[in-house]
């Protein structure tokens, strides 16, 4: 099978392209911007879900749906919200078409306007609460823990895909309290959710931080993220969690009788991920021979290739095969047995490779003969020769070693490229490179905004674990107490 991969090393930019349509992830639609995810690459984004979801529910959140589109009116009672989107945002004006009577086709009917244009959702803060006025009048229907699963259309003039689409698909949580501190709690809590699933299944090390007001969301009071390296250097955000403060309850009169029996406005968060986890996942741990998956998240965990020269081999090698998935499968492995005729194992290997497949599992008649099987991991590509009673052990064994093994090689290639500097060229030098950056900064925006049209870096997060430390703006020489984390990104 000729994979056709470009070399990373290479052309970066394109060998993501290459594995994401070559291993039938995703691919451009016929709408500009706008991708067809393909059941591959839709398998891997529903083990995402489901195991985010289970989080959430776990957390005490439900899910619930709110409209896909928005009364314009609405979406501009937030005013630092409306500026934030208002460039993404794609409107409805007209609810019919007709036939032209110039011949000219289908056109828009002019009489069928909307009386109010409707904005198509590239969030949900408004629509949300809005409703929620109706839901909440005292502390007792307090807090509420809600999530929808959904898409959301911001509409982009640079696609690519999953990073980058006009139509993606997401969640997104909207909560309400009856304090400020429980919506930090919120906030905080839902960060270190996000955490959890990239590095505990997703096997990709994050940094956890604050967000400059130059980056925070718009309509938000605090932002945090979780900022993932990939492997040319670049951050990808992979996660956001926003305290709103009482911002959107006051847009929308959202009041609450304390339990004091006073009035005061509703406080809220909102969060969220989406397929651009997708693009994270791929460009984290693949290489040059196609996508490496974790364990956890791999939609097929074992692909078993049988080795025959002619169709008779194929029941005898069956008759060993089969019982051997079921026994994986009893041990809660997804396990495919390729037993196409019309390839050869050799392509077999190869697309199992591209695809990510933890671990394959190969047989022919001299293994069987000899009671062992050949298994090879994906991550190492090691092969190894295994006695076939021993094969469940070592494969079940496998699924966490390899998870391991993926999360570590990410987290000593982050190490290996995140720099500390207090000289502005140096900094300039390492940005070529590729590479986190931990560098003072006077905390001004004036700053921030001038490193990044010199740099095209920007302050990925502040992050929570850096203590407190007197020194210079790597640029203009001002005092700074704490470094932060810079970079250039997706």
Not at 33 to 60: N, S
Not at 135 to 147: C, E, F, K, M, T
Not at 349 to 359: Q, R, Y
Not at 380 to 395: Q, S
């Amino acid at each position: 099978m000729a994979k056709e991969v470009t070399n990373k090393q290479e052309n970066y930019s394109q060998w993501y392209n290459d594995l994401v349509v070559k291993a039938d992830l995703a691919e451009n639609s016929a709408v500009r911007g706008c991708m067809v995810i393909k059941p591959y690459g839709y398998a891997i984004w529903e083990k995402m879900h489901d195991q985010l979801d289970r989080m959430f529910k776990e957390t005490g959140h439900v899910n619930a749906y709110f409209p896909l589109f928005i009364p314009k009116s609405f979406f501009s009672k937030e005013a630092s919200h409306v500026e934030g989107f208002a460039k993404e945002c794609a409107v409805v004006t007209h609810y019919r078409l007709k036939n032209s009577s110039d011949g000219k086709g289908i056109v828009v009917d002019d009489d069928a306007r909307l009386e109010e244009e409707l904005i198509v959702r590239p969030t949900s803060e408004t629509i949300i609460w809005n409703t929620y006025k109706g839901w909440i009048q005292s502390y007792r229907d307090l807090p509420i823990l809600v999530n929808q699963w959904a898409n959301v259309v911001r509409w982009e003039m640079r696609t690519r895909l999953f990073l980058r689409t006009a139509e993606f698909l997401w969640q997104e949580g909207h909560t309400a309290h009856a304090t400020e501190a429980e919506a930090i709690a919120e906030t905080e809590q839902m960060i270190n959710v996000y955490a959890e699933f990239a590095e505990k299944y997703m096997a990709m090390p994050v940094i956890k931080g604050r967000k400059t007001a130059n980056e925070r969301f718009a309509g938000a009071l605090d932002t945090y993220s979780i900022e993932a390296m990939m492997q040319d250097g670049k951050a990808l955000q992979s996660g956001t969690s926003h305290f709103l403060g009482q911002n959107f309850a006051k847009a929308f009169d959202v009041k609450f009788a304390t339990r004091e029996g006073n009035l005061d406005y509703v406080w809220a968060t909102s969060w969220g991920v989406s397929t651009r986890l997708m693009g994270a996942l791929i460009m984290a741990h693949s290489d040059d021979n196609g996508l490496v998956l974790p364990p956890r998240l791999a939609p097929t965990h074992v692909v078993i290739v049988p080795i025959y020269r002619n169709p008779e081999q194929l029941p005898l090698l069956a008759e060993k095969i089969l019982p051997l998935k079921k026994e994986l499968e009893a041990r809660g492995l997804a396990v495919k047995f390729d037993d196409r005729d019309t390839v050869k194992p050799g392509f077999k290997f190869a697309e199992h490779e591209l695809k990510g497949i933890p671990v394959r599992i190969a047989m022919g008649p001299r293994d069987m003969e000899n009671g062992t099987v050949e298994i090879a991991r994906r991550d190492t590509l090691e092969k190894k020769t295994c006695p076939m009673n021993e094969a469940v052990e070592k494969v079940v064994a496998l699924m966490e070693e390899i998870q391991d093994h993926i999360y570590n090689k990410a987290l000593e290639f982050r190490k290996a490229n995140t720099h500390t500097t207090d000289s502005y060229r140096e900094f300039q030098e390492i940005l070529d490179k590729g590479g986190f950056i931990m560098a003072h900064w006077d905390g001004t925006s004036e700053t921030e905004e001038r490193i990044k049209e010199e740099t095209k870096a920007t302050i990925r997060c502040i992050p929570f674990d850096t203590p407190e430390e007197e020194g210079k703006c790597i640029l203009t020489g001002n005092p700074s107490k704490r470094r932060v984390l810079f970079a250039r990104a997706y």
